[in-house]
T-cell receptor, first 114, second 111 residues
Framework: GEDVEQSLFLSVREGDSSVINCTYT??????LYWYKQEPGAGLQLLTY?????DMKQDQRLTVLLNKKDKHLSLRIADTQTGDSAIYFC??????????????FGKGTKLSVKP | DAGITQSPRHKVTETGTPVTLRCHQT?????MYWYRQDPGHGLRLIHY???????DKGEVSDGYSVSRSKTEDFLLTLESATSSQTSVYFC??????????FGPGTRLTVT
């Protein structure tokens, strides 16, 4: 079945760039997503990318997709302490061309040190 | 933020008792989901609904049932709660079966 893998922890200094990586298994996934979860809160959709795109940029966020290697990354430029959170990668199942349910990775906990 | 509320937000219950968690949406979205989040496991899908009275099982459905009698409400029931069901439960909604918006979560403790 489908699986999504992420490293569990990342620590960076304030002002540096953060890169959170994810690998997935379903090559037919139509969309790939990044969610952010702050302590005690639900998941917030950060951004998503269509599978026919290589890159998507949204202010400080850059998503890179390498379909050949099934690798997705989220880069946060000028990381701030408010970016400290758990970041989840997710892929959508694909059922004959229709999107199915989301498969989530276990999440990467980003710690930003001042 | 998408209009999703969950109730209760916190609950402590004893083993063997029935528990019902409620998810309410004001977005009129077709799809609704229940997940549980546990350390080391990330989010796992329990059940989902693709319309009124239309539901299906997810990855970890054993011990859980759901009902959706109205578009806006999706109920998750633990018929006889066990300690292994201690978790944080999240409801999510989506218009299509694509990206989902999440509620604030319910922390359930089964003693």
């Amino acid at each position: 079945g489908e699986d999504v893998e992420q490293s569990l922890f990342l620590s960076v200094r304030e002002g540096d760039s953060s890169v959170i990586n994810c690998t997935y298994t379903d090559s037919s996934s139509t969309y790939l997503y990044w969610y952010k979860q702050e302590p005690g809160a639900g998941l917030q959709l950060l951004t998503y990318i269509f599978s026919n795109m290589d890159m998507k940029q949204d202010q400080r966020l850059t998503v890179l997709l390498n379909k050949k290697d099934k690798h997705l990354s989220l880069r946060i430029a000028d990381t701030q302490t408010g970016d400290s959170a758990i970041y989840f990668c997710a892929e959508s199942e694909n059922y004959g061309g229709s999107q199915g349910n989301l498969i989530f990775g276990k999440g990467t906990k980003l710690s930003v040190k001042p | 933020d998408a209009g999703i509320t969950q109730s209760p937000r916190h609950k402590v219950t004893e083993t063997g008792t029935p528990v019902t968690l409620r998810c309410h949406q004001t977005e009129n979205h077709r799809y609704m989901y229940w997940y549980r989040q546990d350390p080391g496991h990330g989010l796992r899908l329990i059940h989902y609904s693709y319309g009124v009275k239309d539901t299906d099982k997810g990855e970890v459905s054993d011990g859980y049932s759901v009902s959706r009698s109205k578009t806006e409400d999706f109920l998750l029931t633990l018929e006889s709660a066990t300690s292994s069901q201690t978790s944080v439960y999240f409801c999510a909604i989506s218009e299509t079966s694509g990206y989902q918006y999440f509620g604030p979560g319910t922390r359930l403790t089964v003693t």
